[in-house]
């Protein structure tokens, strides 16, 4: 059973920086695609930064690009988000959550993810 813990949430102002990490149990990570997603309050969940296991390839959406940066660390099976240059828009629960075999169009779509933790809460003030 694949188990995801989310921690590193928290207050922070903006132009401030956080990092997420999200630690993995239960199977193996070698070959899957692992992300970092959020939902705001009245939102939608969306796709922050994917990474597929396997290559180290790496998937941003636009809003975080050059401001995020997410990776893996094989060896502590965790997977991290550093978040800098933070906003007020990027307030949200963050989720981490895993896929094995996505047929989304999309490494950012949450609809080819099987497994989820249960979030950490990023707030950010002006």
């Known amino acids: 059973q694949v188990q995801l813990v989310e921690s590193g949430g928290g207050s922070v102002q903006s132009g401030g920086s956080l990092r997420l990490s999200c630690a993995a149990s239960g199977y193996t990570f070698s070959r899957c695609y692992m992300g970092w997603f959020r939902q705001a309050p009245g939102k939608e969940r969306e796709g922050v930064a994917s990474?597929?296991?396997?290559?180290?390839?790496?998937y941003y959406a636009g809003s975080v690009k050059g401001r995020f940066t997410i990776s893996r660390d094989n060896a502590k099976n965790t997977l991290d988000l550093q978040m800098d240059s933070l906003k007020s828009e990027d307030t949200a629960m963050y989720y981490c959550?895993?896929?094995?075999?996505?047929?989304?169009?999309?490494?950012?779509?949450?609809?080819?993810?099987?497994?989820w933790g249960q979030g950490t809460q990023v707030t950010v003030s002006s």
């Open positions: 990474i597929y296991t396997a290559t180290g390839n790496t």
């Open positions: 959550a895993v896929a094995y075999q996505t047929t989304a169009p999309s490494p950012l779509d949450k609809r080819g993810y099987n497994y």
